[in-house]
């Protein structure tokens, strides 16, 4: 057909495998490393023994486009698409070896087993139990080599598998050894394509797999670049993020001498000899930081576009656009590898205590931190001694209230173009008091809190706070929280696991939170064993009398007293057992069936209660037990000589000065009406409910970030939320019911829309 850009080919899997070999086949820049899993692989030999289609292979023939190993194709047919299948042909059936994430060289073995009877049971990745087990054949790779002969591999299979016959196994071994001749289809391109063409196919096409990132479509247009220094740059991030992990691979790198010849070797020498795994940035991690601290911009698939040379307002693409964004990245790249910058950053995450990748809960919060750092060097409002302060504060804020948890890339570009508005110290107190108001302390906080999840960021920013304290651990003086994060320590459960379990609490949610947690040295955390906290931190307390050395090495007090502290450990720890508040309920509960079942008919139940606030928190009992019967009465007596009328409190305290005796009538002897409070939480964010209007939810929006917003950063906030997809015209209620209310909002100009009242 006329005017066609490609032509079809069929080729066997052998000869794609032997084109490899020979080097006929090549793999070109805008490519990327093997990414699948290894299920994949075993799906993909499986779909081939089964003659199952398995895509299409795009190939290439320009002699000018440059390779991986920094040659050129040289009229070689260039790998465009398909590279994921072929690695993978060449690491099952060929034994070659494949780089995993982390740069090492590895091999993918596939099993078979010729007697399998279920289809889903005839490929495997190999593990241990297939070197065991003789009816597996552990690696097919065997199979394919050269001297395999089927019928004498037959005979030794059915040696050391009875009852098998040779047939059966030549049978399956033939259709295995089969998967040699399949057809897979091969597109050749044109070679009359130019790369940018190319570049665009490769990223329409490249739908299979493992799906393309925003960083792979900015890795594929710099590949495709020689005009602006592109490809270079491509290879410097490429070198950068492969050092950062493997500091030995420099001595490969030496035998790249396009890119030893350009400005970025010397830059990224240092890391040959940097061992620190804080901060092992991967391609869009540096992709991100570059573009964002040039650009002010927080989603790559901007920098797609700016490569292109769009202008976002004229919708027009032009060359000059082509050239400032590729000068306004190789900036920002030459600023991400400075070994000074670098260096200084790590120190301002470490310094905030953050000291180990353990502690990190999130790429996207460390990248924002460090776009942060590299745009203060150019803030002249910001003194340089204060820098790393800010960026510290910032790093902690955000990791604290999860900021860039849950669509990072639309948060990092509001807050770009907030800073760049306002000014990066403005926006950091407006941010500082809205993020971090009261009621985060007081309720949110205390919610991230009720987790089993080791990992929480409030966990880590506890950890990390101790670590810049310089902090003891738990019941050890001179053993630091840091030694116990970097070298060797335990979490340990302040009421231990098996305590709580062999009383009754056996809910992992119950005994598995984190404000339950706290590392420990290994041998204290042996001889604590399952004692409850009331029992060992007695015989700490007994210890300092004694000096009879039993938990730790804590001798004194003082020390004791000093120790708690840096622990966050309440003084109250000493009478601490798995009675709590939920176990009194049950049993005050349990109390009033069984003395409401003894009232005989018309009879009467009383029962006085009062409230109590513990550790900060207040609990109504009156509220929060069960009630039996009619209630009758509610009388409220004046409480005298309470603990809290001799006690000093820090913070202003509402004092607890009155019981409540509540009346209950059995009217029934049979009917027994009850009534027992079901507590809750719930979003209004993601909830709809007949109480909640427009007028509200907007209100409370507002409320949550601050006091005001654009309407644009409103509707994309609201249109997720059930109202919104209930509502096509959406966007349209929101302006109304602004304008309804308009009493209550204030119009800023410029679509700014906030609240006529100071958020608390």
Known sequence: MTGEKFTLMQYSVHAILGLIDAEDFVIPEIQRPFVWKRSQVRDLIDSLYNGYPTGYIITWKNPDVKTKDGGKANG????????????ALMAAISGKEVLDDDFNKERIKIAFNPLAEDETKRFAVQDASHLKDKKWIPDISVVFEPEFDPFEFSISYCEVNDGVKPNVVNKAITELKGIANRQIGVIELDAALDIDEVTEIFIRINSKGTALSQSDFVMSKMAADSVHNGSLMRKTVDYFCHLAVKPDF?????????????????????????????YDPDYGDMLRVSFMHQFRRGKLADLVSLLSGRDFVTKEFRDDIVEESYKKLDNGIMNFINKYNFAQFIMAIKGAGFVSSKLLNSRMTLDFAYTLYLMLLDDPEIPNAQIKRYVQKWF???????????????????????????????????????????????????????TSSINSPAFNTFLAAQINR?????????????????????????????????????????????????????????????????????KVKEQCETKDIIFGNISTEEMLDENLKENCIPNNIFEMTVENYDDFLEKLNLCIRKFYMALRRDGRLAVLVGDIRSGGKFYSIQRDMMQMGEAESFLVKAQFNCVSDSRRYKKPLIPIVTEYLLLFHKKDSLIVPFTYQDKGTFSISNTDIVALTWHHLIRMTLESIGGQCTLTELYE????????????????????????????????????????????
């Open 470 to 538: 310089n902090c003891n651990s738990l019941l050890m003086k001179g053993t630091k929280i840091s030694d116990l994060i970097t070298i060797s320590g335990d979490v340990h459960h302040i009421f231990p696991k098996a305590y709580l379990k062999k009383n009754g609490v056996t809910s992992k949610t119950k005994y598995n939170q984190v404000a339950n947690y706290i590392y420990l040295d290994t041998q204290v955390n042996k001889a604590v064993s399952d004692d409850a906290p009331a029992t060992y931190f007695t």
């Open 76 to 87: 070689k047919k260039v790998l465009i698409d398909g590279q994921q299948r072929v690695t």
């Open 717 to 760: 906030r609201l249109s997720t939320h059930p109202k919104a997809k209930k509502n096509s015209h959406y966007k349209e209620r929101i302006r109304a019911t602004i304008y309804e209310h308009r009493t209550q909002y204030t119009a800023y100009g410029d679509g700014l829309y906030g609240l006529n009242y100071q958020v608390a």
């Open 396 to 450: 902690v804020l955000s990791t604290l209230t999860s900021r860039y948890i849950g669509s990072p890339e639309t948060q990092m570009d509001r807050d770009m173009r907030n800073i760049g508005e306002k000014g990066f110290l403005k926006f950091l107190a407006e941010v500082e008091a809205s993020a971090l108001s009261e009621s985060f302390w007081t309720v949110t906080l205390p919610q991230y809190l009720e």
């Open 250 to 278: 420099y001595a490969h790198l030496v035998n790249d001498k396009e890119f030893q010849d350009s400005k970025y070797a010397d830059k990224i020498k240092w890391l040959a000899s940097d061992y620190d795994d804080i």
